[in-house]
Nanobody, 123 residues
Framework: QVQLVESGGGLVQAGGSLRLSCAASGRPFSNYVMGWFRQPPGEEREFVAAISGGGDITNSADAVKGRFTISRDNAKSTAYLKMNSLRPEDTDIYYC????????????????WGQGTQVTVPS
């Protein structure tokens, strides 16, 4: 089992920045692809970004390319999502995820999930 705990969400004005963190425990952190998803109210959870176990491969959704950056620190068993140039449409609950395969995440699924953290960008 892998336990994931997100932090760093909050309210930020349009154009501002936030950094989400995801602390993992339970299994060797570097064995897992780490990723972020978000879920608008009443909609399906959608893929945001993923990073391979070694940190050398990343993938992100078109909607966030050039604005959001995923990274990880394997020594700290923590993944991050730096969000710049935030827009009102980025308002969602953001979920950290861990999976064995990056293709699982880019396909919209994951093996493990955090509890979510709210990001709000007022219009």
């Amino acid at each position: 089992q892998v336990q994931l705990v997100e932090s760093g969400g909050g309210l930020v004005q349009a154009g501002g920045s936030l950094r989400l963190s995801c602390a993992a425990s339970g299994r060797p952190f570097s064995n897992y692809v780490m990723g972020w998803f978000r879920q608008p109210p009443g909609e399906e959870r959608e893929f945001v970004a993923a990073i391979s176990g070694g940190g050398d491969i990343t993938n992100s959704a078109d909607a966030v390319k050039g604005r959001f950056t995923i990274s990880r620190d394997n020594a700290k068993s923590t993944a991050y999502l730096k969000m710049n140039s935030l827009r009102p449409e980025d308002t969602d609950i953001y979920y950290c995820a861990a999976s064995v395969l990056i293709t699982t995440m880019t396909g919209g699924a994951s093996n493990y999930w955090g509890q979510g953290t709210q990001v709000t960008v007022p219009s």
